[in-house]
């Protein structure tokens, strides 16, 4: 394999190790402040012992993903430092903001939840718990905002002179900040933290029930996680669905890919996996219409004419007017100095293929084609577990709120092997957006080929394996100390376990 | 005109400032050593944590992830990336036209 599959491999395995953390902590978050807050509102002590439980397993998820997304941001350095210079400001900001802003918030306010229980009044120290989970949700926007910025590059102005990409105003700062795909990607992914993080409780609460082990904890823990499960499962369905109308909008051929759709057409159906297909549902899905045009894999190449009447050019033609635009960077660069008129010229013929440039780089246009199997397999897995999660959580809810969950057995059985379950979900989401928009790191700009840098792949093997080793040394250690509080059980007051 | 009965009320205004922000930040330093010296079960998570940060950023940072620009100038940023975008476009600018 070479350097661009293992930096790839090796982005890609940290990537997912961030997200094995960042999911609970937005959910669980949100669950022990809603403890907290019933704590502070009824008075009740045993509110305040099972916020403590869900804010200790909570500070052990913390403590071990803490710093993991550094890692990402050592990478783009080191193996993509051409894709780190070309994405200068539009990259840098956003992550910066997260850096100094959100992160600091979140992490000063943990530290007055971590250590404040006696220090500071009730409610000073349930703003604190409030306000970290706010802040670790300020901080995945702007880690978002990034990427979406990668998925749709809105705001920006390539500057040949720096080879960069520029913020050229305040207004176009403000179009990276609300970029729709930025958007619809923080609720995506913050609400599936809450699936997350609901998940986890009902399931480490249906392990209690399982071992006859606080009950009145157990059954009211369920209660809470579960309703803020369901209610991130309703946002996660909404929130999807602006992201497939963003899909189709933006990346037609992500879309194309998560269905296997090779030629489009309108009334698209949907393929619920193959040879089962709902008529009409894929146009109703991607456009909000019955009969919308949906373009398929070979439209794409071809060329074809959106729902408003657009004509998007070919593959070929991209790549055309892509390699005249890294043609006139050449030349413009070549002449700035010694021929300006030349170079304006050549300034103006980039400009006018820039929105492509990145086209030039491929070598045919199948390449612009992610792959196929790997996207409509991850958004099935998606899916289908996303479904599944909403039902387990109905279900135990319903039997918790009735007072006969114990009974069924079986259903506390699933629930835990739901929290593997959930995080399988969320790693098939985001192979799917990152996956389905290959070859590109960003979207018509920069190819993979082009971000890398100038390495060995031999040496990228070798950290892939010491990250490999250090990840999973971490993970062990975590998965220890969570499963050594979990058993210990909540220290709840006599006559409420 | 005697500047005193301006300087004196500001003088005690700074001072009991400085000495508010010296007691909140007083206050701040207790806060954090009372609740790492009271740890109970969070002691190992900040092990674990300084384990971590040491891990990533005097091993990992120091020996495995060294910035393949390192040491250019802006201006040799520019020309490597730069040349590493249109080097495979060289051959085309022969058939096209500019001015």
Redesign the interface.
């Given at each position: 394999m070479d350097v661009v599959i293992w930096s790839r491999i090796q982005f890609a395995m940290t990537a997912a190790y961030h997200w094995l953390f960042v999911p609970l902590t937005l959910g669980l978050a949100l669950v022990m402040a809603v403890m907290e807050t019933l704590y502070v509102v009824k008075k009740d002590p045993f509110w305040k012992k099972t916020a403590q439980f869900w804010i200790?397993l909570f500070?052990?998820n913390f403590?071990?993903g803490?710093?993991t997304g550094?890692?990402l941001e050592?990478?783009f350095?080191?193996?993509w430092?051409?894709y780190s210079?070309?994405v200068g400001d539009m990259f840098g900001a956003p992550l910066a903001i997260e850096g100094i802003l959100a992160f600091f918030m979140e992490a000063t306010f943990f530290?007055v939840m971590?250590?404040?229980w006696e220090?500071v009044s009730p409610k000073f120290h349930l703003a604190s718990t409030w306000l970290t989970g706010i802040g670790a949700t300020i901080s995945a926007y702007w880690i978002l905002v990034a990427n979406g910025w990668m998925q749709n590059p809105v705001g920006t102005t390539f500057n040949p002179?720096?080879?960069?990409s520029e913020m050229a105003s305040a207004a176009a700062f403000w179009e990276v900040v609300t970029n729709p795909v930025a958007v619809s990607k923080f609720f995506h992914s913050v609400t599936s933290g809450w699936v997350t993080g609901g998940v986890f409780v009902v399931g480490v609460s249906a392990w209690y029930l399982l071992k006859g082990r606080e009950k009145h904890f157990a059954l009211k823990s369920i209660l809470v996680g579960g309703l803020v499960g369901l209610a991130g499962s309703a946002a996660v369905m909404l929130s999807g669905d602006a992201s497939g109308i963003h899909a189709a909008e933006f990346q037609p051929m992500k879309l194309a890919a998560a269905e296997g759709l090779e030629d489009g057409g309108k009334g698209a159906a949907f393929t619920i996996v193959p040879g089962i297909k709902v008529p009409h549902m894929l146009s109703l899905l991607a456009t909000h219409d019955w009969n919308g045009y949906v373009p398929g894999i070979n439209d794409i190449l071809r060329g074809y004419t959106d729902n408003d009447g657009n004509v998007i050019p070919s593959v070929a033609d991209k790549m055309a007017m892509g390699?005249?635009a890294?043609?006139?960077?050449?030349?413009y660069?070549?002449n700035r100095d010694t021929n300006p008129?030349?170079a304006a010229?050549?300034k103006a013929?980039l400009n006018a293929n820039v929105q492509y440039m990145g086209y030039?780089?491929l070598e045919k246009p199948e390449d612009v084609i992610p792959p196929v199997g790997v996207v409509f397999w991850a958004f099935r897995f998606m899916v289908g577990l996303g479904m599944l999660l909403a039902l387990v959580l109905l279900l135990t809810v319903w039997f918790a709120w009735k007072g006969k969950l114990e009974g069924y057995r079986w259903l506390l059985w699933t629930a835990i092997w739901c929290i593997p379950l959930v995080y399988i979900c969320g790693q098939s989401g985001w192979i799917v957006a990152e996956v389905g928009r290959q070859p590109w790191t960003i979207q018509g700009l920069l190819p993979v080929n082009?971000a890398i840098?100038?390495?060995s792949a031999g040496a990228v093997k070798t950290?892939f394996f010491?990250?490999l080793a250090?990840f999973a040394l971490?993970l062990v250690?975590e998965i220890r100390?969570m499963l050594r509080?979990i058993r210990k059980g909540p220290e709840v007051e006599p006559g409420n376990a | 005109m005697n500047t005193e009965i301006f300087s004196l009320p500001l003088k005690r205004l700074t001072t009991a400032k400085m000495k508010s922000a010296k007691e909140l930040l007083l206050s701040i330093w207790d806060?954090?050593r009372?609740?790492?010296r009271?740890m109970t079960?969070?002691r190992?998570?900040?092990w674990?944590?300084l384990l971590?940060?040491f891990?990533?950023f005097a091993i990992?940072?120091l020996f495995?992830?060294?910035?393949?620009?390192r040491g250019l100038t802006?201006e040799q940023?520019?020309e490597?990336?730069?040349a590493?975008?249109?080097e495979?476009?060289?051959s085309?600018?022969d058939t096209?036209t500019?001015?």
């Open positions: 200790k500070a052990i403590a071990v803490i710093a550094i890692i050592f990478e350095g080191t193996n430092s051409n210079w070309f530290a971590f250590f404040g220090k002179d720096t080879v960069r390699r005249t890294l043609d006139a960077l050449a030349t660069r070549a008129e030349v010229a050549a013929v030039g780089h082009v840098s100038s390495l950290t010491v990250f250090v971490f250690i100390i509080a | 806060f954090y009372d609740g790492f009271n079960w969070g190992p998570l900040i674990l944590i971590k940060i891990i990533l990992l940072r495995f992830f060294k910035p393949a620009m802006d940023k520019s490597l990336v730069g590493h975008l249109t495979k476009t060289l085309h600018t096209l500019f001015n």
